[in-house]
C-alpha cells in the first residue's frame, strides 16, 4: 500500500501561482506513473497533467504552457507547479501513482483562484 500526502493548495488570486506536492510513502517511486487529476464542484475527476517512470509528461489542453510538472525520486515527491490560475482552475487536486494494476489516490488538497 502507498500513502500519498499532498500540501500546497490554498486560495490565490487569478494570474497567481502556487506549487503543489505529493509526497509518496514507497521506497520504489520511480518505477510509477504519477499523475494530478482535479475535481470541481459538480465536474467530473479530469486528469490535469502526467509525468511517466522516464520523465515523459502530459497535460490537458487547459493547462499546457501553465502548469508544470515534475518529479523528484529521491525524494519520493511529485510537483505540479501552476502559474497563471484562472478561476476555472479551482477544484480539489489529487495525486495519483499508477504502475501496472496498481492505483493509488491522495486525499486531495483545494485550490481556490478567487479575486
Known amino acids: 500500500q502507498v500513502q500519498l500526502v499532498e500540501s500546497g493548495g490554498g486560495l490565490v488570486q487569478p494570474g497567481g501561482s502556487l506549487r503543489l506536492s505529493c509526497a509518496a510513502s514507497?521506497?520504489?517511486?520511480?518505477?510509477?506513473?504519477m499523475n494530478w487529476y482535479r475535481q470541481a464542484p459538480g465536474k467530473q475527476r479530469e486528469l490535469v497533467a502526467g509525468?511517466?517512470?522516464?520523465?515523459?509528461?502530459n497535460y490537458a489542453d487547459s493547462v499546457k504552457g501553465r502548469f508544470t510538472i515534475s518529479r523528484d525520486d529521491a525524494k519520493n515527491t511529485v510537483y505540479l507547479q501552476m502559474n497563471s490560475l484562472k478561476p476555472e482552475d479551482t477544484a480539489v487536486y489529487f495525486c495519483n501513482a499508477q504502475w501496472r494494476r496498481y492505483d493509488y489516490w491522495g486525499q486531495g488538497t483545494q485550490v481556490t483562484v478567487s479575486s
Open positions: 514507497t521506497s520504489i517511486f520511480s518505477i510509477y506513473t
Open positions: 509525468i511517466t517512470n522516464d520523465g515523459s509528461t
